[in-house]
């Protein structure tokens, strides 16, 4: 009886057709038959958490999200979420050797910087380019600076407002940066790491479904989208790098992830070395 209790409904092929052709509506990941289990086991946390005995009961409920809340829940439970400081280093030496001082260089004039990390997950990418630029660039005094971060997953934006991180996650952290933008709570068990105010403030963090529209009108500087198109169709991914050349000024850079290409997609940037893209 207990067993029976404790076992999770099954997925079906086409509850499983029918899910992945719904999140790739939503917000473009292309959830293909190798995740079948994966979804299997997310979503089923959502049933038990709703009181649900089925993914039939679980899709009408999606159908008829009327304020889109399960929906989100949805997504958040489906989005993988793998990240820490400094991660893929060097893209941050790029950005810190290459980037950062042509960047400042055209912008001397109007003084205005804009970068935007887009798939910044539970935050370490968006402070780790907060960092980059300090520590390059100084205190950017009379500079408008900045860092837009976003993603789908409210749960992850959540933890990123909030910015503590435990000791195991800062490693990659050098020690000058360490100190120099965290606060340390040796209380707890293991310490805890909190971003400080100066570097909180540069960063601007909000939700947004990269297949939907944008509300930004302006121009970034950089732009990072790492290890989220491989969640694409080639389709999807195209029309992405289309609308971040559209959303870059002239001269911004593009980082996508080292597990990604642009290798049979039609675009306009040029190519810098790996995974690292200029539009010209």
Partial sequence: MSQLLLSSPELTGSQFSSISTMVKGLCG?????????????RLNKRLRQLGLKSFDQYMKLIRNDADGSETVAMLDALATNLTHFFREPKHFETLRKDVIDEMLARHRQDRRLRLWSA???????????????KDTAGDLIGWDVGILATDLSTRMLEAARRGVYPSQRMRDVPPGLLMEHFAVDRSQSPPQYRVKDSLRRMVHFARLNLVAPWPMKGKFDVIFCRNVMIYFDKHTQEALVRRFWDQLSP????????????????????????TVYQKN
């Fill in 29 to 41: 990941i292309n959830l293909h038959v190798g995740k079948v289990a994966l979804v299997r086991a």
């Fill in 119 to 133: 798939g910044c997950s539970s935050g370490e990418e968006p402070y780790s380019i907060a960092m980059t630029l």
């Fill in 251 to 274: 001269g911004g850079t593009l980082f996508i992830g080292h597990s990604e290409s642009l290798t049979g997609i039609r675009h306009r940037f040029r190519y810098l070395r790996p």
